[in-house]
């Protein structure tokens, strides 16, 4: 039978001496899933995705990736994965072509696939460059071209946009949504939450070498309960607004110039528009700004034991 989840990371610990840099984490992606990892520098992030590729053994738990196991008789399950790892290193004097060509032999993959990858990562034209006189971008790029080649159920690719110019992060995003609608399951970890928010359809949060948050974007604001932020503008600021508004119940806000800002539990939102909404005030225009990963991050990391 096929597995369901494309990977299962059961109670995996990590110590390198006595330093624990990772501890007893549970991480399940289903298939065709975009999983994003946060956490601050030295989390343990990238010791987790070392390990989920094989390259660091777990001290304990263990990993499956598409129902395999990672065993001395098991070479299959390497077939399965492709890595971009956080700092990748090339032969500055080969050319792109002869880099790609290397990995495709490396993987047992025939030449064709080669043109096809550096095309989907925009490197066809510069195919016959030396990869040393490659820009940072150029060189995630061919990064990529590598983790793909051999069309792998899971990418894993670790801080991708890191060094990218804002229009390389739109096209790696739009290729790893492409990759993905071709089913390949994503697992990636960053330190840009606007990436993360955009991508990923689960969140895992690291602090310490352990997973202390996890879930969708919607389930994280839910657990956490932030607040929404409804801010009003009006036509005018009444001198009695902290009179009508304490009418309809409203007691915390803020006013900056002829904008009120009030912070709303997401469950009495609809009441609170309404009683803005009821003639009282002169409403030119109203925004909803619902808690975004940014204070969900903060909010997790100042108090770490929450979810
Ligand atoms: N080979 C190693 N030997 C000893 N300690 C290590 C080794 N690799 C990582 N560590 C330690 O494990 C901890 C986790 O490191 P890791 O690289 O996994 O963090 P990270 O979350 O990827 O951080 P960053 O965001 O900076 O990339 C750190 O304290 C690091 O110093
Ligand atoms: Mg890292």
Known sequence: MEAMNTLEVKQAQKFYGQFQAVKDIDLTIAKGEIYALLGHNGAGKSTLIKMILGLVKPSAGTIVIEGL???????EIKKKV????????FYDN???WETIGFYAKLKGIMKKRCEEVLEQVGLKEAGHRRVGA????MQQRLGLAQAIIHKPDLLVLDEPTTGLDPIGILELKEMIRNWNKEGTTILFSSHNLNDVEELAQQIGIMNRGEIIAQGSLAELQDRLGLPTKIEIDLAVIPVDLEKILAV????????EGRTISIDCPKAKKAQVIAAVMDGVLKVLDLRLAEPGLNSIYQSIMEKPAVL
């Open 69 to 75: 196991n990672y065993d001395a008789k098991n070479k």
């Open 82 to 89: 492709g890595y971009l790892p956080e700092r990748m290193n």
């Open 94 to 96: 080969l050319t792109a």
């Open 134 to 137: 490659f820009s940072k971008g």
């Open 248 to 255: 309809k119940r409203i007691e915390t806000f803020l006013v």
